[in-house]
């Protein structure tokens, strides 16, 4: 007989790592990187209103968030990973409905895609909390940034150009995307995470969580720095390029302004490698203060287009410095017995945004013109920096480890939110 042996792979799965997580987050970076600037585009071509697109937002964000916090429930019953692969699965039929077009057909894209993408992320940290130790949550964050770097770079502007030629395209590739992350989840093995032994029973409501998430300050001060440094990428990402379209400079400014900031994710190494030679609570204290004076000031010079354009723009730079320092106040405070509850706590930062700045944005549009809610965004960043003082000035000094980046192979053919 000959001697048959079963692969490596099969036999035994791989060991979860740094670099297997970016490459998870590569993949939906392209997939949800593609479409970021068609979407509000395209809703503004169906419904001819920019208020009546942030009522839409803002339904749908109610939608998103109850998915959100019902996740932890639902994994009571069924496994994690189909979660997660149903959470690829209905972005890919999101991208589907898209392409089909239509004002009924965008808007029940824009809730499957959103809900998918909150299921997804609420999986991808519990996931991350377990297999990844606290002192390498910071290199983690990075790589993935890093990993997807390409995915949020090239698909925002590749997303409008594919528009203009074909106007399917985008969205087939970003469900081709969503398949490709969905396999290379399954190949990972990544299971339902480990089991925590706990000295009660579960609680069997997410909302019964809420109690022990608000008397926790730290958790909460993470997950509002989280859901305002959001609400600054909305923002950035669904009016500015509508506010290009109606100052006559075109469809393409949006995405071709989004890759380059997006551009930014390259040098989060250098910007991780900043912060631990100051502190998380400096950079998180620098982000949110320059980055809420450059959309204030924005929003003052309206009468120049392209003077708020540019304000805008450099305002995002702090925002990527954001994304890299923000989030780590509320992960290295993260309990392990409560990963799971409390990173679908932390998820709803996205719908929380997602309902603020699209209903703060259909009031301010029924008084103001749309550069208030670049000012209105610029005041939630800058209350956020008033916040971050209460930070501890060593946050994370001895968790934070700075390793040399990741090598850039990032496989540009699977492969940016605000954030």
Known sequence: ???????????????????????????????????????????????????????????????????????????????????????????????????????????????????????????????????????????????????????????????????????????????????????????????NGRLITRARAPAPNPLAWLPRFFAQPRLVAGWVFAVIRSCGWWAYVVYLPIFAVQQGLGEDLGGMLLSASNGMLFVTPLMLRW????????????????????????????????????????????LVLLDVSAGLPFLMAVKPSERTEMSAIYASFRDVSGIMTPGAAWLVLLVAPLPGIFALAGVGLLTCWHLARHLHPRLGAARVTVQAAPPCDIPLSLTRETG
């Open 275 to 318: 912060m631990q030679r100051r502190s998380i609570r400096r950079a998180v204290r620098v982000g949110f203060a320059v980055s809420g004076l450059l959309f204030v000031l924005g929003a003052v010079a309206s009468g120049w287009p392209w003077a708020t354009v540019a304000g805008l723009a450099l305002a995002s730079v702090f």
């Open 1 to 191: 007989m000959h001697d048959r042996r079963i692969p490596e792979w099969l036999r035994h799965a791989p060991t979860p790592s740094v670099r297997g997580f970016a490459l998870l987050a590569g993949t939906e970076a392209m997939a949800r990187g593609i479409l970021i600037s068609v979407m509000p585009l395209e809703m503004y071509r169906a419904l001819r209103d920019a208020a009546l697109v942030s009522e839409v937002y803002f339904l749908v964000g109610f939608l998103s968030l109850a998915t959100g916090l019902m996740v932890p429930f639902a994994t009571r019953h069924v496994p994690r990973r189909w979660i997660y692969v149903m959470g690829c699965a209905m972005f890919a039929g999101g991208a589907g409905m898209g392409a089909q077009g239509g004002a009924l057909g965008m808007i029940a894209a824009l809730a499957l895609m959103t809900a998918a993408t909150v299921m997804v992320f609420v999986c991808f940290n519990a996931y991350v909390l377990d297999f990844i130790a606290k002192s390498d949550l910071g290199r983690c964050e990075t790589s993935r940034m890093f990993y997807s770097a390409a995915g949020w770079t090239v698909g925002p502007w590749l997303g409008v150009a594919l528009l203009g030629l074909w106007r399917p395209l985008p969205f087939l590739i970003a469900g081709v995307a969503a398949c490709a992350m969905m396999a290379l989840f399954l190949y990972m093995r990544l299971g």
